[in-house]
């Protein structure tokens, strides 16, 4: 629902950013091992360079998504089928559905208004962040809260009506690259927030203060969107690889729990936590941002993609003492969210859906500031199109995103109970960035699987 004109528009020219068809015949495959002999086969083919594991590699019984390059599927293949691990074709040919995302080189135009028809890059979600600030001086203003490492800042739109007295609500997207659709989402939530004439849409902006990062990781954004590279997830940091591989998974380098499991010391991982925590600025000044509003934070929401979870605190194996509080508004969530466009959601603790992931933004939110509520989503879909979520998908996504989003607002009016042991703690001392040690294992095994999301 659009219900004011917005001053921005798209005007599509020729999608030529890639300089060619990067990802022609890549395949993404579905492997589904059924032991742990045959996880270690898919363990393995992480290794192997060109091979790009979208989920996984998961435990058995769990379904892996795995991109190949067309000179490696027929041996990779063969060998995965040897081992006995069951394997799909999944996705035929990754370079049709970039294709098919529509207009990648887009330009700026004022007068009419973004349509959610399409993926903006960085300079465009700027843009239209500052358009809306513009038509609603009263209550909204971009904030940048520092720079990217490549220099490119990092803009909050708070949305405040009380001079910002209220409790807090953050929102944060695309930390990982490739993920489009969590962006798209968050602008949508900011033009209801800002626009909508619902009535209870607006009491979540008389009760609460907003405040909405859309491009959590922006060198990465713009790599993935402009520079080559749709599949790129990390940030754009320099790192000490002789290879010359760049970037750390900024969701892997906060400083909680860091490098506990799940992450790699590999600078060419996907899932390098980084040289040290908070080695990436992107995460820092989100932290320190994060920690000058922590007095009124209220509840903490980050948008990953795909699978459709609703991820509960923490990502690496110790005990949440609210989890069955979190379950339960959780499954009020999913409920909420199906109503719509009937997608199944599955809410759960992070190490119980997709293994152990340490260093991750929500696990500091909840383990460091002790923010009330703190949840993370795993939108859609679940492996059709994966992270080349068509942009017509946009709307729907974001109208039953919003459905689920009532049910946690309602229940943080309501009051989120505390656990007797969550009580008791006291707020733990923020980690000081430690150096990675020389001897650890190029890959830490110790949380033995983790998701790429
Ligand atoms: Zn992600």
């Known amino acids: 629902m659009f219900t004011k004109v917005l001053l921005v528009t798209l005007i599509s020219t020729v999608a030529f950013a890639y300089g060619g068809d990067v990802f022609s015949g890549y395949k993404v495959y579905r492997m589904t091992p059924e032991n742990e002999a045959q996880v270690q086969v898919l363990r393995a083919l992480e290794e192997l360079g060109g091979v790009s594991f979208w989920t996984g590699p998961n435990p058995p ?30 996705i035929s040919n990754v370079q049709t559905l970039i294709d098919n995302e529509g207009p990648l080189d887009t330009k700026i135009v004022k007068g009419t208004r973004y349509d959610f028809q399409s993926y903006l890059d960085v300079d465009e979600v700027y843009a239209w962040l500052d358009e809306q600030a513009a038509l609603h001086p009263d209550i909204a203003t971009v904030v940048s809260i520092g720079k990217s490492f490549e220099g490119r800042d990092l803009k909050v739109l708070k949305i405040s009506k009380s001079g910002e007295t209220k409790p807090a609500i953050w929102l944060d997207a695309n930390i990982h690259a490739r993920e489009w659709i969590t962006g798209a989402v ?48 990390k940030t754009r940091s320099d790192t000490d690889s002789i290879l010359n591989c760049k970037g750390a998974d900024a969701n892997r380098n906060w400083g909680f729990e860091w490098f506990t499991g799940g992450s790699s010391s590999n600078p060419c991982s996907d899932t390098y936590a980084g040289p040290s925590a908070f080695s990436e600025p992107e995460a820092k000044l989100t932290s320190e941002f994060l920690e000058s509003i922590s007095d009124r934070l209220a509840f903490f929401l980050s948008l990953h993609s795909y699978s459709q979870l609703i991820l509960i605190p923490y990502g690496v ?10 379950m339960d508004i959780g499954l009020d969530t999913k409920d909420a969210i199906a109503q719509k466009y009937r997608t ?31 949840f993370t989503f795993e939108l859609r879909d679940t492996g059709a199109y994966g992270f080349i979520l068509p942009p017509s998908l946009i709307i729907p996504s974001s ?32 980690i000081k960035p430690q150096i990675l040690h020389k001897n650890k294992p190029t890959v830490d095994f110790r949380g033995k699987f983790f998701s790429k999301h």
Do not use: C
């Open 61 to 90: 019984h769990r379904s892996s998504d795995v991109m190949i390059p067309p000179h490696l599927q027929g041996d990779i293949i063969e060998g995965i089928k040897k081992h006995g691990i069951a394997v799909n074709e999944y």
């Open 186 to 233: 968050s602008l949508y939530v900011i033009d209801q927030l800002l626009n909508s004439d619902n009535a209870e849409i607006k009491s979540w902006t008389d009760d609460y203060d907003w405040y909405v990062l859309p491009v959590h990781n922006p060198d990465g954004l713009a790599y993935s969107k402009l520079a080559g590279n749709r599949m790129w997830r």
């Open 317 to 326: 194996d110790i005990e949440f003492p609210q989890h069955e509080v979190y």
């Open 344 to 374: 199944e959601f599955t809410p759960g603790n992070i190490v119980d859906l997709l293994y152990v992931a340490s260093g991750g933004s929500m696990d500091w939110a909840k383990g460091v500031l002790n923010v009330p509520l703190t």
């Open 399 to 430: 109208e039953e995103f919003m459905d689920g989003l009532a049910v946690m607002i309602n229940a943080l009016r309501a009051g989120i109970p505390e656990s007797d042991a969550a009580r008791k703690q006291t707020k733990p001392a923020i």
